[in-house]
């Protein structure tokens, strides 16, 4: 099984300030990782696809970049709405995926 | 515009059965892949399977195979969730999800969710 593993665990920056969430794979899913944002109460959002493609409607200050086994979504400067839970999924061997454990993003 | 609206929260007893519902509008139902993925309480997320309404193509995670039933009903494009006899580790959220293969068959549209409570 592949095991995503993301970190921090809990990220604790201000508005305006550059987020990096890291995820990495115990083996290679190739460019078949995504990036999810679920806020509380609500369901997840999907972000990024194929490990760079943003999904419709998702700002252009989310970007995704990666290979093989190490990934990061990048936030370049935080709006207040962008504090949420974010998770990473792979679907190398479809239909299997599976999901990191997910990285909070609080505000400093 | 896709909508995926699912079933209200239920309160269960253990051994009881339960049947949880997906409806789909704003797509061809038929043609893309639909299915479901848990979330306990606090925790994090976890795909349990998919079904292909067209040909009822279905596939488990290994961890939920035989313990719950993926199904569809083209009729009224609606996909299902089922157990036969619900423990209180079935305690959880659950949420449908369609895959879209212009994604990446990543997950692009979900449900709201429903909240499943099993306890004596």
């Known amino acids: 099984e592949i095991v995503l593993t993301q970190s921090p665990a809990t990220l604790s920056l201000s508005p305006g300030e550059r987020a990096t969430l890291s995820c990495r794979a115990n083996?290679?899913?190739?460019?078949?990782l995504g990036w999810y944002q679920q806020k509380p109460g609500q369901a997840p959002r999907l972000l990024i696809f194929?490990?760079?493609n943003r999904a419709t409607g998702v700002p252009a200050r989310f970007s995704g970049s990666g290979s093989g086994t190490d990934f990061t979504l990048t936030i370049s400067s935080l709006e207040p709405e962008d504090f949420a839970v974010y998770y990473c999924?792979?679907?190398?061997?479809?239909?299997?995926?599976?999901f990191g454990q997910g990285t909070r993003l609080e505000i400093k | 515009e896709v909508q995926l609206v699912q079933s209200g929260a239920e309160v269960k007893k253990p051994g009881e059965s339960l049947k949880i519902s997906c409806k789909a509008s704003?797509?061809?139902?038929?043609?893309?892949?639909i299915g479901w993925v848990r979330q306990l309480p606090g925790k994090g997320l976890e795909w349990m399977g998919i079904?292909?309404?067209?040909?009822?193509?279905?596939r488990y995670s290994p961890s939920f195979q035989g313990q719950v039933t993926i199904s569809a009903d083209t009729s009224i494009n609606t996909a299902y969730l089922q157990w036969t006899s619900l423990k209180a580790s079935d305690t959880a959220m659950y949420f449908c999800?369609?895959?879209?293969?212009?994604?990446?068959?990543?997950?692009?549209?979900w449900g709201q969710g429903t909240l499943v409570t099993v306890s004596s």
């Open positions: 194929d490990t760079s």
């Open positions: 999924q792979q679907r190398r061997h479809w239909p299997l995926c599976t």
């Open positions: 079904i292909y309404p067209d040909d009822s193509d279905t």
């Open positions: 999800v369609r895959l879209n293969p212009m994604t990446g068959l990543q997950f692009d549209n």
């Open positions: 083996q290679s899913v190739s460019i078949n």
């Open positions: 704003g797509y061809s139902f038929t043609t893309y892949w």
